[in-house]
């Protein structure tokens, strides 16, 4: 099993709609857990966190389920300039050094 | 933006040829990492730096080697190039341990890089 997946789409999406990504990892005793958003030809950058009690950034909420090991993400209301690819990033905490990324989701938003 | 910087943004090279790409950061962060992106694939981390001459292996360590002389310089040498090496790099900053909550990843604007 990879350590974290994702859903690769794409997603196409109109404006104004609601769009909801999932994203699963397999090492239970994952700590932190984010989400970046990458344009094409461009580096990733840190979209929010995700935080247990869930959290909200504007028309971006969250989710984590530790239970299940899986994180989400939802935008509402999507905009043209929300298309771009969602990676899903999980620290796996004392001990070890890195993050890993999940191969991300591509989102297009059509007018 | 953070203040990352990295050169090339783009190279083409012959395999066999050693190719040295550099990251200079300006923020003044402990740490700073080399990261490879393929088509098919999540980032993947070929070294890291915690401190002047401290570097260690990611998971893609194999025919490349980093150096770090100065806090804000860190460089990762292709010692001879191959066509497998083809691909878009990124120097990634980050003040702590990666991931530790209110610490963030910062990434430079990548290196694109040809063997042929």
């Known amino acids: 099993r990879k350590e974290v997946e994702q859903d690769p789409g794409p997603f196409n999406v109109p404006e104004g709609a609601t769009v909801a990504f999932n994203c699963t990892y397999s090492n239970s005793a994952s700590q932190s857990f984010f989400w970046y958003r990458q344009d094409c030809r461009k580096e990733p950058k840190l979209l929010m966190s995700?935080?247990?009690s869930g959290n909200e950034d504007g028309r971006f909420t969250a989710q984590l389920n530790r239970a299940s090991q899986y994180i989400s993400l939802l935008i509402r209301d999507s905009k043209l300039s929300d298309s771009a690819t969602y990676l899903c990033?999980?620290?796996?905490?004392?001990?070890?050094?890195?993050?890993?990324f999940g191969k991300g989701t591509k989102l297009s938003v059509i007018p | 933006d953070a203040g990352i910087t990295q050169s090339p943004r783009h190279k083409v090279t012959e395999t066999g040829t050693p190719v040295t790409l550099r990251c200079h950061q300006t923020e003044n962060h402990r740490y700073m990492y080399w990261y490879r992106q393929d088509p098919g694939h999540g980032l993947r981390l070929i070294h890291y730096?915690?401190?002047?001459?401290?570097?260690d292996k990611g998971e893609v360590s194999d025919g490349y080697s980093v150096s770090r002389s100065k806090t804000e310089d860190f460089l990762l040498t292709l010692e001879s190039a191959t066509s497998s090496q083809t691909s878009v790099y990124f120097c990634a900053i980050s003040e702590s341990r990666k991931g530790v909550s209110g610490n963030t990843i910062y990434f430079g604007e990548g290196s694109w890089l040809t063997v042929v």
């Open positions: 990033v999980v620290y796996s905490g004392a001990g070890s050094y890195q993050l890993t």
């Open positions: 730096s915690y401190g002047v001459k401290d570097t």
């Open positions: 995700v935080y247990s």
